[in-house]
């Protein structure tokens, strides 16, 4: 099993920015079989959306909606996968979620999300 904790949402106005964190805790092999990290966000009255995404050879892919914007990176002396958001807008305010998929089986984790929200 593999263990996520978001933190660093928060409230920031328009255009402005912030960095979230998701700390990956679990087994040395749990850890070992994952093979890429996501985060998502979903808003009220909204479906779950894909943010981007890292793999763990530093793959990046990114929802056109924030291209240019975001940067997903990791950390994996640290076990911690951030996102870095920037130029934020009304629309980014959501719940944001760090995600975690096992190479072995595709079983995916989830941590328990981070809100963010942005004043116009």
């Known amino acids: 099993q593999v263990q996520l904790v978001e933190s660093g949402g928060g409230f920031v106005q328009t255009g402005g920015s912030l960095r979230l964190s998701c700390v990956v805790s679990?087994?040395?092999?749990?850890?070992?079989?994952?093979?890429?990290y996501r985060w998502y966000r979903q808003a009220p009255g909204r479906q779950r959306e894909l943010v981007a995404t890292?793999?763990?050879?530093?793959?990046?892919a990114y929802v056109d909606a924030v291209k240019g914007r975001f940067a997903i990176s990791r950390d994996s002396t640290k076990n911690t996968v951030f996102l870095q958001m920037n130029s934020l807008k009304p629309e980014d305010a959501s719940v944001y979620y760090c995600?975690?998929?096992?190479?072995?089986?595709?079983?995916?984790?989830w941590g328990r999300g981070t809100q963010v929200t942005i004043s116009s």
């Open positions: 995600n975690a998929e096992s190479l072995i089986d595709r079983s995916m984790f």
């Open positions: 890292i793999s763990t050879l530093g793959n990046e």
């Open positions: 679990g087994t040395v092999n749990d850890i070992k079989d994952i093979g890429y």
